[in-house]
């Protein structure tokens, strides 16, 4: 192997080693240089807690119901639409306003036809946790819910 190519090799693997080193110490990511925070971590606690959005319904058998279809929050799924209410949970006028815009948003689908979702009154955000349970016993009932934000407006027709 000439010399060049060598000290070529050398200098792409020293790079990839410094940016990798400076992402680890400084916590960013820049892919794929990421430190992949979500997998470098020990679950010591027996619970798991989180957002859940709730759209308010007028039936009386059933006053809620948790949005998590894709259907109901596009072009969103649940994962990056909660990920989007938690960076704004520092500002409750923002928080309000973006659960209003998720609330128009699937009004507009079920005008359009794109989901056939029952006629909602407003949206809940919850803080909810749950006691970890080896059967998932308890997936649709967490032990703990606390309101975070609500918003709703006088019944519209939808």
Not at 67 to 92: G, I, N, S, T, W
Request: some cysteine.
């Amino acid at each position: 192997m000439s010399s060049h190519r060598y000290l070529l090799i050398n200098a792409v693997l020293a790079l990839l080693l410094v940016v990798s080193l400076f992402d680890i110490v400084t916590g960013q990511e820049h892919w794929p240089f990421s430190p992949y925070p979500m997998f470098s971590g020990v679950q010591r606690r027996r619970s798991l807690s989180g957002l859940q959005l709730f759209g308010i319904t007028a039936a009386a058998e059933c006053p809620e119901m948790e949005l998590h279809d894709v259907q109901y929050l596009q072009p969103f799924d649940e994962p990056r639409l909660l990920m989007a209410l938690q960076r704004q949970m520092d500002d409750p006028d923002r928080l309000r306003d973006a659960l209003r815009d998720v609330l128009a948003r699937y009004r507009q689908l079920r005008r359009k036809g794109l989901h056939d979702g029952p006629p909602l009154l407003g949206l809940r955000l919850y803080h909810c946790e749950w006691r970890l349970d080896a059967r998932a016993g308890n997936a649709n009932q967490p032990d703990r819910k606390e309101l975070v934000a609500e918003v709703g407006c006088p019944r519209e027709e939808d």
